[in-house]
């Protein structure tokens, strides 16, 4: 990934309001936009995940997912700082090897969700990435939390001016080129059915050829002309604005809850 146009992209997030303010820009990634990122509108929307208060041990979860025994996850469970975790390493053999092609995969999804998507501790799966994994097969929507995880991250970097960001950035730069590719001269092509702008991102040549001084001094001037504010693969049917009669939405994590406005941001659907 282009590690200089984040770096230049975390100094303009806005904890206080939750969004990026780029010179006269204001914008946000939504629940929309990720939803047809992650191609999840097949998964019930109104289903989000929230961690339960009765949850089986780490050891009975990883017995669920992988199919192994009760010795075989005790002997491979970890404790990283507050939490438990299991290593990647350990997974990586059952994929490779374990009988049950089924099991193979939900250990290969497990493993993305645990190493990309809410990457904790260097080279090991989190407790927390476990009960999530457990509920998705229940039909629910992993997207809330993914992006509760983005904005805290966001946060927590902004905050203390550095630090690891505990997320998934890939996501967060293809989002930033839908909306600024007359900028970056980046093409972007409307979603069609076979089209994934993360597969395509995925396959492009990496380009980091810009320095984080120079994406910042393109940041700074933004203007509103520079900006596509409808993203050319966004189609939602459904817009959510707010709670109740509140402006803030709140949004479940893994590790807790976080604050979003989206009403701050709905020239993204040219509904203003």
């Keep these: 990934m282009d590690k200089h146009l984040f770096r230049a992209m975390v100094q303009f997030w806005n904890p206080a309001y939750g969004c990026f303010t780029f010179g006269a820009v204001d914008l946000v990634p939504t629940l929309e936009e990720y939803t047809t990122l992650l191609r999840c509108p097949k998964i019930q929307g109104n289903k989000t995940y929230v961690r339960a208060s009765n949850l089986p041990t780490f050891i009975k979860k990883l017995m669920m997912i992988t199919g192994m025994s009760e010795q075989w996850a005790a002997a491979r469970i970890q404790q990283k700082g507050d939490g438990k975790c299991i290593p990647w390493a350990s997974l990586r053999d059952l994929i490779l090897a374990h009988p049950d092609v089924k099991r193979r995969v939900d250990v290969l999804s497990l493993s993305i969700y645990g190493l990309m998507i809410f990457p904790k501790a260097m080279g090991h799966i989190d407790e927390a990435v476990a009960d999530l994994f457990d509920r998705l097969g229940k039909q629910n929507t992993p997207v809330p939390a993914i992006l509760a995880e983005t904005f805290r991250s966001l946060n927590a970097c902004r905050r203390v001016g550095e630090g690891r960001f505990i997320g998934c950035a890939q996501l967060l730069l293809v989002w930033f080129h839908g909306h600024f590719w007359k900028v970056d001269k980046v093409p972007c092509r409307v979603l069609f059915k076979d089209c994934s702008p993360l597969k395509e991102a995925a396959a492009a040549p990496r380009m980091d050829d810009i320095t984080e001084e120079r994406w910042i001094e393109i940041l700074q001037n933004l203007r509103k002309e520079d900006?596509?504010?409808?993203?050319?693969?966004?189609?939602?049917?459904?817009?959510?604005?707010?709670?109740?009669?509140?402006?803030?939405?709140?949004?479940p994590e893994i590790w807790g809850v976080v604050g979003y406005a989206p009403l701050l941001v709905l020239r993204q659907y040219k509904a203003e």
């Design 227 to 251: 900006v596509m504010w409808k993203a050319p693969w966004i189609t939602p049917s459904e817009i959510l604005y707010r709670c109740g009669s509140f402006d803030w939405v709140p949004l």
